[in-house]
């Protein structure tokens, strides 16, 4: 079965750095050192409000980095002139708010086919692939397809934060998006506050070739250092796909 990728979202590397001003902790250089631990790729977040990573940081991670660069962005104008500009490997779409702490939830894409389409056409155009932030809602997944995305990855919040039983149906709601999203051709990732105690299950879903997972790799590298986070969230992910190929 194919390998399960991580990707390393390095936004709130650049918090820490923001908070006291200056270029210390550097995220380029967090980027570098997770690719000696194994991650697969890099993700960064660049906002409106610039809260964490910053337009020099795009720029260097998709020049500094030897790993693909998913540029997390609006869909507005001005994202797109710098995607345009760096051109990273992937853009994904996602829903934004000053208001918001982090991503509240996946974007609306059905009934936005007059706004999307030729906003993914433009960067498609110039070779990036798009990726779509949504729920793992059928309704939002075909919607997906039929607005001309490569990829969608699912939120994973809502089955991150429940317990039980409750898990146990956001698990398989991932599961059945997943396998839709094969069904239609889209390439399925999966994100959004995953940890050490949820990937196994989620990497066990054999649809899914991508996790990105960023907040809790960073908070954990406080701990036991950004390799040794990265290590151990590569061994479970790894568990889980190996799980998947036993019983397929």
């Known amino acids: 079965m194919e390998h399960l990728r991580l990707g390393l979202n390095i936004d709130h590397v650049a918090t820490v750095r923001n908070a006291r001003g200056g270029t210390h902790p550097d995220p380029v250089a967090a980027a570098k050192l997770a690719a000696k631990a194994g991650v697969d790729g890099i993700t960064a977040h660049l906002r409106e409000d610039r809260r964490h990573i910053r ?27 710098i995607a345009i ?36 056409s433009r960067l498609q155009d ?7 932030f949504v729920d793992p809602d059928p309704i939002q997944i075909e919607a997906a397809k039929a607005v001309g ?8 919040g809502p089955y991150v934060e429940a317990q039980g039983a409750a898990r146990a149906a ?9 396998e839709l999203a094969a069904r239609l051709g889209l390439e ?19 649809h899914i070739v991508e996790a990105n997972i960023g907040h809790f790799i960073v908070g ?20 889980g796909r190996e799980r998947a190929t036993c019983t397929s």
Do not use: W
Not at 59 to 77: C, I, Q, W
Not at 92 to 104: I, Y
Not at 170 to 178: K, M, S
Not at 225 to 234: D, F, K, N
């Open 85 to 120: 500009d760096v051109l990273p490997n992937a853009c994904c779409l996602v829903p934004e708010s000053r208001e918001e702490l982090t991503t509240e939830g996946g974007l609306v894409v059905h009934g936005s086919q007059n706004r999307l389409v030729p906003f993914i």
């Open 188 to 206: 399925c990732h999966v994100g959004h506050g995953l940890n050490y105690e949820t990937v196994e299950d989620v990497a066990a879903i054999p």
């Open 220 to 239: 954990e590298s406080i701990m036991v250092g950004l390799e040794q986070a990265v290590r151990q969230m590569r061994t479970l992910m790894d568990a």
């Open 170 to 178: 956001e698990l398989t709601r991932i599961q059945h998006g997943a």
């Open 126 to 132: 110039v070779g990036i692939r798009v990726s779509l």
């Open 149 to 156: 995305a490569d990829i969608i990855e699912l939120h994973a």
């Open 55 to 81: 337009d020099a940081d795009i720029y260097r991670l998709k020049h500094e980095v030897g790993l693909p660069l998913n540029f997390e962005m609006a869909a507005t104008d001005e994202m797109a002139e």
